[in-house]
């Protein structure tokens, strides 16, 4: 059974920095493709960035130059450092794992 686990979520003030983190189990971790989602009261969910298996990530044109995606095979974990945060940020994080896995969600709010 996979279980795809986020955290590190919460409160900052415009301009400051948060890094999500999402842990991954029961599944061949080093082998699948990650990605982090999000989405802001009454929007779609969007893709905010993604890291395949080879280690090349992409980002929401959105984000460019402030988020940082990662991964640690070891540690079965990928991270989302978020810098110069600003209040469009503001939405529940998901992490996903593969095509069709997915966490439970973190909140970030960017507010002063």
């Known amino acids: 059974q996979v279980h795809v686990v986020e955290s590190g979520g919460g409160l900052v003030q415009p301009g400051g920095s948060l890094r999500l983190s999402c842990v991954v189990s029961g599944i061949t971790f080093r082998l699948i493709d990650l990605a982090w989602y999000r989405q802001a009261p009454g929007k779609q969910r969007e893709l905010v960035a993604g890291?395949?298996?080879?280690?090349?990530?992409n980002y929401a044109d959105s984000v460019k130059g402030r988020f940082t995606i990662s991964r640690d095979n070891d540690k079965k974990m990928v991270y989302l450092q978020m810098n110069s945060l600003k209040s469009d940020d503001t939405a529940v994080y998901y992490c996903?794992?593969?095509?069709?896995?997915w966490g439970q969600g973190t909140q970030v709010t960017v507010s002063s």
């Open positions: 996903k794992c593969g095509r069709v896995y």
């Open positions: 890291v395949t298996s080879g280690g090349v990530t």
